[in-house]
């Protein structure tokens, strides 16, 4: 998974890992320090996370990073449930295989 630290004209990513995971938040290691209070950008292969830093501490060569969830979006797969529900299953088959008319 990859982090964005948002809010900065530069805006650095990395790539995370996900120690432990509740309803309200997630403990990360990440190669970097990341400020408490940050907003970061979580990028899963199916969803995208918002979060802001509560705690950052280091431990070897990496940081520990726990943070709060703001907002969660599982893009794909709630898009994929959707168009089936409203088109049916031809309409997500033809739009897979043919998403550029010409």
């Given at each position: 998974?990859?982090?964005t630290v948002l809010g900065r004209i530069v805006a650095p990513t990395m790539?995370?890992?996900v120690l432990d995971i509740s309803g309200s938040g997630m403990r990360?290691?990440?190669?970097a320090k990341i400020a408490c209070g940050a907003g970061i950008?979580?990028?899963s292969k199916n969803a995208l996370v918002l979060a802001e830093v509560r705690r950052?501490?280091?431990e070897g060569?990496?940081?520990l990073v726990a943070v709060t969830l703001l907002h969660s979006l599982?893009?794909?797969k709630d898009l994929e449930v959707l168009n089936r529900?409203?088109?049916?299953e031809e309409y997500s088959r033809s739009e897979v295989e043919s998403p550029v008319r010409s």
């Open positions: 998974m990859t982090i790539q995370a890992s990360l290691r990440v190669p950008k979580i990028d950052c501490v280091r060569h990496s940081y599982s893009v794909f529900a409203l088109f049916g």
